[in-house]
């Protein structure tokens, strides 16, 4: 794993910092809750690949544990309340799809968009966390790549029946998380974060998932930009 320097030009302890990392705290708890929850509803789906699934909800959890210690560190009670409502949209994307049977939609909004955005923040994370945060962050995001992966393998396998779905999932699904960025862009630059290389890392990751899983390089560009132009 890449070593990461640690930024030391920032103040965890004062108050800005503080106040933003309660949002940021709480997104990232948040986060990884729905992500377990989202596995569980997936192995609903996915009958044949139940324990792969549970296995990946439960590790999800512990991310969700790990992340609460980072707060307990740094003496800052996370605002969920915030983060329930950030996640909101999301949530509801992927549970109107999950009550469809959707499983394609699902796969893309929780395998695809959220893992390499969750990744990309992650990475950019870390050399800017206090010492605590960094070695739990380093831990958690190597984690993200199994789920990442999974879905993956099943969108590739079943490509050409899902493909015209995933399109029209990446139209609706993508803005939003551009729409998500810019609503926490100032508490992101208090904790030592920036969105262009944010951004950039995610669309690399994004990008490279659709390749893999089957889509053409025209294809590939065509979605980013509607994604980017819906934003």
């Given amino acids: 794993m890449a070593q990461f320097p640690v930024n030391q030009t920032l103040d965890f302890y004062s108050a800005a910092y503080r106040d933003s990392f309660s949002r940021i705290n709480g997104i990232v708890i948040e986060g ?70 959707q499983t394609a939609t699902c796969l893309l909004i929780q395998a695809l968009v959220i893992e390499c955005f969750a990744i990309a923040a992650y990475n950019n994370y870390i050399p800017v966390a206090d010492d605590f945060a960094r070695k739990v962050t380093e831990s958690v995001v190597a984690d993200e790549y199994q789920h990442l992966n999974f879905g993956e393998v099943w969108l590739k396998a079943n490509f050409e029946a899902v493909k015209d779905e995933l399109k029209a999932t990446n139209q609706k699904v993508l803005p939003l998380i551009w729409q998500m960025l810019n609503q926490v862009e100032s508490d992101a630059n208090a904790i030592g974060m920036r969105k262009p290389p944010l951004i950039e890392e995610f669309l690399l990751r994004y990008t490279d998932a659709l390749s893999q899983i089957g889509f053409s390089l025209r294809e590939i560009l065509q979605m980013s930009s509607q994604g980017l132009a819906a934003g």
Wanted: glycine content about 2%; charged content about 25%.
């Fill in 32 to 101: 990884e809750q729905e992500a377990a929850d989202n596995f569980r509803q997936l192995a609903a789906l996915l009958p044949e690949h139940t324990a792969e699934l549970v296995r990946l909800s439960k590790m999800e959890y512990r991310h969700r544990k790990s992340f609460e210690a980072c707060g307990r560190n740094l003496e800052v009670i996370p605002d969920l309340q915030f983060a329930e409502q950030f996640f909101a949209r999301l949530r509801q994307a992927f549970q109107t799809a999950a009550a469809s049977h």
